[in-house]
């Protein structure tokens, strides 16, 4: 007996996305569905090209056919993805979430965070920009080896001038660093700040982008209350170390998104230079700095824990060199970053889903 269309979805309505709590049919993931005898086709499109559950969602398709329909179904998935948008309109019409990357103090590896993340979800698929808004102490520059780098520009059809990024590892960059002499201090004052970190977002040619990475400053500053009410973000990433006196000043970090007039969704915390592990000795943890600490904020918030980075010396050596470390074949580091780009991912899909239905 031929296989009807409706048999296949009937049974696809048995898999559920399970960050979603719905199932795929009515999540209108099935694509281009094609049956020919006992073969069947269709594309499995995810809300994002980093989702975790990407094997799993596949896997459980095949199951509920061959369960439901006919055990004899040879089955044909192509997975692809389609970042989803929160429901907030701006200017900014081609880019899909802005993502902040925050910290409450300097010196956590916040730039560190943001450009392997940048670089993780690239290797995924998906289309980033990465834009270094930290105005004191640009690392962007640094991290993908362009200190010499400037920016071009283009004349748009009504006369306008638009900054072109930089691409490097497919992704566009830009710092106000590229804009300054590097060995140059620029002692902006709140309004320059602000008025500069706004052209970068507003002036700047980005073209079509899932994910638009803002590396922040330390604190709560002027560039942070100008950035989270003048554009609409899909949420924040915060970054910490494990020691006391960079939780206390994470604390006050993350709540600043929680005031009224910001109201930033948390996607999460991060803790950075979690625990020492010699290269001689793999099966060792040593907590240098204390244990702990990023699970224990995130628990007290009520907000996800994206994951724990080492204290490795390729780290630093590739931001050194202008080579972020997620783009080496590094094993444990490659896991850990696609552990959190996946994470972060994920928390956007479940956000824009719970503001589409609210």
């Not at 049919?25 to 281009?32: A, E, G």
């Amino acid at each position: 007996m031929q296989i009807s269309p409706q048999q296949v979805l009937d049974a696809l309505k048995n898999v559920e996305d399970p960050d979603l709590k719905k199932d795929l049919v009515t999540l209108n993931m099935i694509k281009d569905l094609s049956i020919a005898d006992n073969q069947i086709k269709f594309t499995l499109e995810l809300t994002t090209p980093a989702c975790p559950m990407k094997d799993m969602l596949k896997n459980a398709c095949t199951n509920a056919i061959k369960h439901f329909v006919s055990a004899e179904a040879e089955v044909s998935i192509n997975v692809t993805s389609r970042v989803t948008v929160p429901v907030n309109t701006s200017s900014l019409d081609n880019i899909k979430n802005i993502i902040l990357v925050s910290s409450g103090k300097g010196g956590v590896g916040k730039s560190t965070v943001s450009s392997n993340l940048a670089v993780t979800l690239a290797k995924d698929g998906a289309k980033v920009g990465l834009i270094d808004a930290d105005i004191y102490g640009p690392s962007v520059p640094t991290m993908f080896d362009l200190v010499d780098a400037k920016p071009g520009a283009v004349e748009t059809a009504d006369g306008k001038t638009k900054i072109i990024p930089i691409e490097k590892y497919g992704i566009k960059l830009l710092s106000l660093g590229f804009f300054a002499d590097p060995g140059q201090p620029v002692p902006w004052r709140g309004p320059m700040a602000s008025n500069a970190v706004k052209q970068l977002f507003n002036d700047t040619n980005w073209g079509e982008l899932d994910y638009l990475i803002v590396d922040l400053p330390p604190g709560t500053g002027d560039i942070h209350i100008t950035i989270t009410q003048s554009f609409p973000i899909s949420g924040a990433v915060v970054v910490t170390t494990p020691q006391q006196v960079a939780l206390a000043d994470t604390h006050k970090g993350l709540a600043m998104f929680r005031m009224p007039g910001i109201n930033i969704p948390i996607l999460g915390v991060i803790e950075n230079m979690s625990y020492f592990t010699p290269a001689e000795l793999p099966e060792n943890k040593y907590y240098i700095f204390g244990k702990g600490g990023g699970t224990e904020l995130a628990k007290r918030f009520d907000v996800p824990f994206l994951g724990e980075i080492p204290i490795i010396q390729s780290i630093a050596e590739a931001g050194d060199a202008g080579k972020p470390v997620a783009l080496d074949q590094h094993p444990l580091l490659d896991q850990i970053f696609g552990n959190i780009a996946s994470k972060v991912a994920q928390q956007i899909s479940i956000n824009n889903a719970q503001l589409v239905n609210s």
